[in-house]
DNA sequence: GGCCCCGTCTGACATTTGTCATGGCTGGTG
DNA sequence: CACCAGCCATGACAAATGTCAGACGGGGCC
């Protein structure tokens, strides 16, 4: 047999990542080389261990999923990423495609056909849940230009006007105006409204 | 020795559910005797099997973890509960404790640690992360009256006060005061930004 | 080059939202 | 009972937000 595949286990709930690295040692050619709880250290156990393939969750404290494997792809090119996510967002699927991701499936998957999969990453191949990538299809591209995302992504907190515009160094007429657009172009009420579906569709 | 502790595990994600099941099936003196991914289902499974503990996950489709901990009680009292938690909120494990829950911790903790609680509610003691705990102390009671509640919740996905009246069945004014007074106990900026504080100390 | 479309940016105006002062009602206290 | 405290409810006014028409500049196209 050949030497087994090495996976590097990124997640930040403890209770996930040890069953997950015990379901897979029980796969006879996969092996757990590195396990990481924040991003960060997802990438510093890359570094360390240079695994085959990484299993990153899409939403850990100090770097997603994504930046990481962003990250990844420059440092160690051979590395394959497989993305594991509770809640999928279209805009993160596509996101995750532009940074070299080589896979995208829901945490609703069993152990077994997560195993499968990293075979699947791990010898070349691509593969994204299909309910996930119809769901990116539907949703589409985002119709929101650079600025309007930008000031909706200001105003994500709630923040009011005259702060976003000082931060994105605009004049409030302006940044109002971008709102307006956003929302319009989002069917929403308002620019609040505006926020939460930007959100759902993963477009901020 | 005495038979073994039956225990039901809830979870939407497979992944964690099966992964979690195997693991607990190491232990000699567990045994998972059925598994849910929904609210309703983890309730039928309850009934079919009378587990002697059931380790819910806090958020699920259909019916959250304490709203299946509420049933639960007056059906199964002899059924202790354990709340499983990825986010945990401060107003969620107060209503936890007040629907009869014996346990409630978060998704970091280690497999080996969750079997060790499982025991230690099936032998009638209590247990709350003491992390958690210290959570929902310091951010307290909730100072929002219900009116002020109600409004904020319809106020939630950013409708206009127009609309938050009519379904609240309230002049305009008043909506608006209601938000103002709420935002103002919060501390926050606009009533958006209250509506995400409130979400966040699990007030709504 | 000349044209047109699109994104960027702005101020003026209409609408919505937040704040305040006030009054009625209920429940606990002396 | 009389009193006070707190919640509920409202309208009037001030402030923030949303909408509009339009100016400027760059990139694609004939």
Redesign the interface.
């Known amino acids: 047999m050949t030497t087994a595949v090495r996976v590097l286990l990124a997640d930040?709930?403890?209770?996930?990542r040890?069953?997950?690295a015990?379901?897979l040692s029980l796969e006879e050619d996969l092996v757990v080389v590195a396990e990481a709880?924040t991003g960060p250290e997802a990438l510093a156990m890359a570094r360390a261990h240079a695994p085959d393939v990484a299993v990153l969750d899409l939403q850990m404290p100090g770097a997603d999923g994504v930046k990481v494997a962003t990250s990844l792809r420059t440092e160690l090119p051979g590395c394959k990423v497989l993305i594991?996510t509770?809640h999928g967002r279209p805009g993160h699927l596509k996101r995750a495609l532009a940074a070299g991701v080589r896979g995208f499936v829901?945490?609703?998957?069993?152990?077994q056909r997560?195993a499968e999969l990293i075979r699947t990453v791990h010898a070349g191949n691509r593969y994204v849940d299909p309910e996930l990538a119809a769901d990116a299809i539907s949703a589409g591209d985002s119709p929101l230009t650079a600025r309007e995302a930008e000031v909706l992504e200001h105003a994500a907190?709630?923040?009011?006007v005259a702060e976003i515009a000082e931060r994105a160094a605009l004049a409030e007429g302006t940044v109002r105006n971008y709102l307006s657009s956003a929302a319009t172009k989002l069917g929403?009420?308002?620019?609040?409204?505006?926020?939460?579906l930007a959100r759902e569709r993963g477009w901020v």
Chains 1, 2 share one sequence.
């Not at 930040?12 to 996930?16: A, G, K, M, R």
């Not at 829901?106 to 152990?111: D, L, Q, R, Y």
């Not at 929403?188 to 505006?194: I, L, S």
């Open positions: 930040d709930e403890h209770l996930i040890g069953a997950l015990a379901l709880a594991v509770s829901p945490k609703t998957v069993s152990a997560l907190d709630g923040a009011p929403a009420e308002n620019r609040h409204a505006a926020v939460r």
